[in-house]
């Protein structure tokens, strides 16, 4: 069965615009949580929706959002970038939130 | 608050020799669980074996094994007869759960490099 797609796997933004980044989970799987990786502070959790509601949330500013639709595909939005933002930023599926991870490849995103 | 400390920030092991990859978890709640996942060069983090923490025996997945010691709050990985494509980052994890919600908390990694 296909695993989770993660799109684009590489973005080049500015300081200052927004980006919009694509989950598509497991067939079946309608928990998504997304994960910040930096050097410094490692791994992070951003948020998990499940069913199209959000359950969960880390410690990041209101510039980070994101949604979940029916198909449960994801989306993760960062608005206003910082130099900062730039990350892996993974998703991870299953199908009740509960244990059984699965993660994609990542989008790498740099911010100049 | 749950944490997940990984001293080692590096490894190096010869092929086909063990190697332990060392973990230390701290956390209040009775019911837990610990992941480990590789995360190779390319980014993907790969699930690679899971303990619950009422688990009675050692979790093992082919040559990864899972050394739980409990009192010790210690889950170690043991990756026997290494192989040159285990060379990758290695990350210990743990659940947090959070009104019906769940996250996986991570350590900083070992970076572990196998040498022919």
């Known amino acids: 069965k296909a695993g989770v797609t993660q799109t684009p796997r590489y973005l080049i933004k500015t300081r200052g615009q927004q980006v919009t980044l694509s989950c598509s989970p497991i067939?079946?799987?309608?928990?998504v949580s997304w994960y910040q990786q930096t050097p410094g502070q490692g791994l992070q959790f951003l948020f998990e929706y499940f069913s199209e509601t959000q359950r969960n949330k880390g410690n990041f500013p209101g510039r980070f959002s994101g949604r979940q639709f029916s198909n449960s595909r994801s989306e993760m939005n960062v608005s206003t970038l910082e130099l900062g933002d730039s990350a892996l930023y993974l998703c991870a599926s299953s199908y009740t939130g509960i244990g059984g991870y699965t993660f994609g490849s990542g989008t790498r995103l740099t911010v100049v | 608050a749950q944490k997940i400390t990984q001293t080692q920030p590096g490894m190096f092991v010869q092929e086909k020799e063990a190697v332990t990859l060392d973990c230390t978890y701290d956390t209040s709640d009775q019911s837990y669980g610990l992941f480990w996942y590789k995360q190779p060069s390319s980014g993907e983090m790969i699930f690679l074996i899971y303990?619950?923490?009422?688990?009675?025996q050692n979790a093992t997945e082919g040559r990864y094994s899972l050394n739980f010691q409990k009192a010790r709050k210690s889950a170690n990985l043991v990756i026997s007869a290494s192989q040159l494509g285990d060379s990758a980052m290695y990350f210990c994890?743990?659940?947090?759960?959070?009104?019906?919600?769940?996250?996986?908390?991570f350590g900083k990694g070992t970076k572990l490099t196998v040498n022919p």
């Open positions: 067939s079946g799987h309608r928990s």
């Open positions: 303990q619950g923490s009422y688990d009675e």
């Open positions: 994890a743990m659940i947090l759960t959070q009104g019906g919600s769940e996250k996986l908390v």
